[in-house]
């Protein structure tokens, strides 16, 4: 799909990208992005591709999700109610399909089966965010990038690092909580350091931004 001067212009910071570029955007202009899953993590992924002018597909069983989704969305995107029938149809064409259906604290159910794999064009790819928690596609292996024999890209190899920054910065609330005596003694103590820093208001008064700590002399220090 080869772009005129006009659409050169609008999309020039995507081009400058050393990944992208001409050819690669014209490639994003006729692509079909398939998200299964519209909650953060699955509207973020068709926020990105929206945002790039892919043709986007968002696929939720919530109706309430995918209408507060039609009235912010930018882009050429389609909201469709999640059901076998509609995966179906929707992956039969899909360039990229973006599993983001996460159920916290349990195993992610499997919504794109065998033979909706089998189903799509050679090249395509599945990008399953669920891998981690037994993944969105029956044929996701957990750490791993493959393709299948009938040209599918899975990639089930995901960076952990935003997992592990969520799990230390609620490992980090966890004892601060603990330390402001939980439920039973629950305390705000004031003259601590740490839990009036992190207090923005208290008792009516605005404590945002708090007062800089007191920096201790080091032994080598100018006397």
Do not use: F
Not at 22 to 32: C, N, P, V, Y
Not at 127 to 143: E, R, Y
Not at 203 to 210: L, R, V
């Amino acid at each position: 799909m080869a772009m005129n001067d006009q659409e050169l212009l609008r999309y020039s910071r995507h081009i400058l990208l050393d990944d992208i570029g001409i050819e690669g955007q014209e490639k994003i202009l006729s692509a079909h992005v398939v998200v299964i899953g519209a909650g953060n993590v699955g509207y973020n992924a068709a926020w990105i591709a929206a945002g790039m002018l892919a043709n986007v597909t968002i696929l939720d069983k919530n109706l309430d999700r995918l209408r507060h989704l039609d009235q912010i969305c930018v882009g050429r995107t389609t909201t469709l109610a999640s059901n076998r029938g509609s995966i179906e149809r929707a992956l039969v064409d899909a360039d990229l399909v973006v599993g983001a259906v996460l159920v916290a604290g349990a195993r992610a159910p499997i919504v794109v089966s065998e033979d909706m794999v089998r189903s799509m064009k050679p090249g395509s790819v599945i990008v399953d965010l669920a891998a981690s928690t037994g993944g969105n596609c029956a044929l996701t292996k957990n750490g791993e990038v493959y393709t299948t024999d009938n040209g599918v890209t899975m990639v089930g190899k995901l960076n952990q690092l935003p997992h592990q920054a969520s799990q230390l910065y609620g490992n980090n609330l966890c004892h601060l909580l603990d330390d402001m005596g939980k439920a039973e003694k629950w305390k705000i103590d004031m003259e601590d350091a740490v839990v009036s820093r992190a207090m923005v208001t208290y008792n009516g008064k605005i404590n945002w931004p708090p007062a800089p700590l007191p920096v201790s002399p080091t032994a080598g220090g100018v006397k």
